[in-house]
């Protein structure tokens, strides 16, 4: 990881990175799709996220998509330019700061999304293949057992493995073991739920 306690040319650059990520990630695409789409404040809905899986309680399958690619494209954006900005070390400043925009936005009171969609673009700018492995992951959980939340925090911790299988670097495989653990966090609840047969699966309000 950088050392954000060196000089004033070394951490400005930094910290510009970790703030343009923040506010990239912090673009609420499926409050904002909801609303041009005139179905108002998708907060309100289901479990009230404003991620994909909740605009999917729209039954507008098209702007659930539509969520997932925004989201994803801005975990990937902030990865890819912070890379070409500064390399790896601001590359792994820009993966946090990006899933920490998405999941507490300043402009919603720090209430935002759960970050699945934004770390897999985070993934997939880290490692294209580790992110193909991700999803899929995600992908053959959901088929079998139709819930969402274990399949993201069970996809987010086998994706530090497959970032190191796939790029052997420890600072890459770190930066996604952070995102896991915000998503475990972020998915706390729902655990919960799950272990009191509350949580609801997939189609299902």
């Not at 209430?111 to 991700?134: E, F």
């Not at 790029?167 to 930066?175: L, V």
């Amino acid at each position: 990881m950088p050392d954000l306690l060196g000089g004033l040319e070394y951490t400005w650059p930094i910290y510009a990175c970790a703030v343009v990520a923040y506010l990239l990630g912090s673009i609420p695409f499926g409050l904002l799709i909801t609303r041009v789409a005139g179905l108002g404040d998708v907060r309100k809905i289901g479990s009230g996220n404003i991620g994909a899986t909740n605009v999917l309680r729209t039954g507008r399958k098209e702007l659930a998509a539509l969520t997932l690619l925004l989201d994803a494209a801005k975990g990937a954006a902030a990865v890819l330019l912070g890379f070409d900005f500064g390399g790896p070390d601001y590359m792994v400043v820009a993966a946090v700061a990006v899933m920490i925009g998405h999941m507490y936005p300043i402009w919603l009171r720090f209430r935002g999304g759960k970050g699945i969609a934004t770390g897999l673009g985070v993934i997939l700018g880290i490692s294209w293949p580790a992110g193909l492995a991700g999803f899929a992951t995600w992908l053959v959980i959901v088929a079998i057992t139709r819930y969402v939340s274990p399949a993201s925090v069970i996809a987010a911790i086998f994706s530090v493995g497959y970032v190191w299988c796939f790029t052997y670097d420890m600072q890459y495989t770190q930066a996604v073991g952070v995102l896991a653990l915000l998503t475990l966090f972020k998915h706390r609840m729902n655990m919960l739920r799950l272990v009191r047969g509350e949580e609801p699966k997939i189609g299902k309000s």
